[in-house]
């Protein structure tokens, strides 16, 4: 029988543990995280964005192009999940880090008035320390089985009332792997401070698999109910279970050497310590 709410989660947590290998071992057969550095990744990034947030979602207007972008993809890392058996591309993330003062983060630019907790707002740290995970988008056609049919499948929810203890195959192998390789860049690129304006509903989900964000502010209304959030890499590396551990092991190991591979001096997150700003003006928009 299906497990709801907190025994849910208490039980997925003891089958993360208990499937460990199989875990790590199943998403290595089907699903390949992929640094995307190369014009042509990127692209295929681009397309699964427009894909979701402006033909699915309708959160962006359609553009000709067929790829959604913005101004911080210049500093962001890109990553996709590639599904091995048919070769197509089954999710993606990004990652957009600060180098400077001019490169915010987009919940400094559009969600400053939605921070209420100071301690943990990037202004507080380092620039080079901090980034933003944003952008995560699973196509449709990788949300074919009957639990991943609900509203907010499309940006990584996971949905815990279909999960059966002992059903594998119920795992959501591509957002985790999502949430995982995302993890994996700020690891790679010594990121301490990771922020995300999400629904509170998506921080449920990420706490599934033991990624506890702290919500540092009120839920505001922007395409339904979201509010700011924030984890640090020791946060992240003392709460994951053993099972999901492995995975990121996993998954870190792939990023790692694709991006060692493929950064160059133009596109590697500037390193060193860059003075700190103050809090920036507000705006009445919010950035997903």
Not at 71 to 95: L, M, Q, W
């Given at each position: 029988m299906p497990l709801i709410g907190p025994v849910a989660r208490v039980a997925l947590k003891f089958f993360a543990n208990r499937e460990a290998g199989n875990i790590s071992a199943h998403f290595a057969r089907y699903l390949r995280p992929r640094y995307a550095g190369s014009p042509d990744l990127k692209e295929?990034?681009?397309?699964?964005?427009?894909?979701?947030?402006?033909?699915?979602?309708?959160?962006?207007?359609?553009?000709?192009?067929g790829m959604e972008t913005d101004d911080f993809d210049a500093h962001s890392y890109h990553c996709v999940?590639?599904?091995?058996?048919?070769?197509?591309?089954?999710?993606?993330v990004r990652i957009v880090y600060s180098g400077s003062p001019d490169e915010l983060l987009p919940i400094e630019k559009f969600c400053s008035e939605a921070i209420s907790c100071e301690e943990h707002a990037p202004w507080d740290f380092p620039r080079n320390e901090i980034c933003e995970i944003s952008r995560l988008a699973v196509p449709e056609q990788f949300r074919r089985r009957q639990m991943d049919k609900f509203k907010g499948a499309a940006v990584g929810v996971i949905n815990e009332d279909?999960?059966?203890e002992a059903e594998l195959r119920c795992f959501p192998f591509i957002a985790v792997g999502l949430y995982m390789?995302?993890?994996?860049?700020?690891?790679?690129?010594?990121?301490?401070?990771?922020?995300?304006m999400m629904e509170p509903r998506l921080a449920r989900s990420l706490r599934l698999v033991g990624i506890p964000f702290k919500q540092i502010g009120p839920v505001v209304d922007y395409h339904g109910e979201r509010a700011p959030y924030y984890i640090n890499r020791q946060v992240l590396l003392d709460s994951l279970p053993p099972g999901f551990k492995k995975l990121l092991t996993y998954v870190q190991h792939e990023i790692s050497s694709q991006l060692n591979g493929s950064t160059s001096g133009s596109t590697k997150k500037p390193g060193g310590k860059s003075p700190q700003i103050g809090k920036p003006a507000s705006s009445v928009n919010f950035a997903i």
């Amino acid at each position: 029988m299906p497990l709801i709410g907190p025994v849910a989660r208490v039980a997925l947590k003891f089958f993360a543990n208990r499937e460990a290998g199989n875990i790590s071992a199943h998403f290595a057969r089907y699903l390949r995280p992929r640094y995307a550095g190369s014009p042509d990744l990127k692209e295929n990034s681009f397309r699964m964005r427009h894909q979701v947030y402006c033909e699915e979602l309708k959160f962006e207007p359609e553009k000709e192009s067929g790829m959604e972008t913005d101004d911080f993809d210049a500093h962001s890392y890109h990553c996709v999940i590639e599904h091995k058996p048919s070769g197509n591309f089954a999710g993606t993330v990004r990652i957009v880090y600060s180098g400077s003062p001019d490169e915010l983060l987009p919940i400094e630019k559009f969600c400053s008035e939605a921070i209420s907790c100071e301690e943990h707002a990037p202004w507080d740290f380092p620039r080079n320390e901090i980034c933003e995970i944003s952008r995560l988008a699973v196509p449709e056609q990788f949300r074919r089985r009957q639990m991943d049919k609900f509203k907010g499948a499309a940006v990584g929810v996971i949905n815990e009332d279909s999960y059966s203890e002992a059903e594998l195959r119920c795992f959501p192998f591509i957002a985790v792997g999502l949430y995982m390789a995302a993890a994996s860049v700020a690891l790679e690129q010594g990121i301490n401070h990771c922020f995300v304006m999400m629904e509170p509903r998506l921080a449920r989900s990420l706490r599934l698999v033991g990624i506890p964000f702290k919500q540092i502010g009120p839920v505001v209304d922007y395409h339904g109910e979201r509010a700011p959030y924030y984890i640090n890499r020791q946060v992240l590396l003392d709460s994951l279970p053993p099972g999901f551990k492995k995975l990121l092991t996993y998954v870190q190991h792939e990023i790692s050497s694709q991006l060692n591979g493929s950064t160059s001096g133009s596109t590697k997150k500037p390193g060193g310590k860059s003075p700190q700003i103050g809090k920036p003006a507000s705006s009445v928009n919010f950035a997903i």
